[in-house]
């Protein structure tokens, strides 16, 4: 599971996402084209949720997420089969980041 979760954090480090508010449980993410997203469990899945490009299944078979905000990056802890857990690390920019380095 471990491998597997940073592969899928990577694959979002990978498509051009901009962080856009970080809660507790979940992130929403945009591009600079498209409509934004969120990072979340659904139904025991850790998925990528859009409200026009449906749902992406990035992991099965997860209890909880747990996302502490540093900043730069974010800490993500999912918790899978009632007491195991699998953490990784998600370097973003933050979307007003990004409108002031274009600025």
Known sequence: ??????AALTQLGRQ???LDQV???EIQLKKTIGDPVTLKIAKHDLV???????RVLLLHGIDD???????????????????????????????????????
């Open 1 to 6: 599971m471990q491998i597997d979760f940073q």
């Open 16 to 18: 051009n996402y901009q």
């Open 23 to 25: 809660q507790v449980r």
């Open 48 to 54: 990528l949720d859009g409200a026009h490009h449906g």
């Open 65 to 103: 997420l747990r996302i502490d905000n540093f900043g730069t990056y974010q800490l993500l802890t999912v918790f899978y089969r009632g007491h195991e857990k699998a953490s990784g690390t998600l370097f973003l920019p933050n979307t007003k980041q990004a409108i002031v380095e274009k600025g």
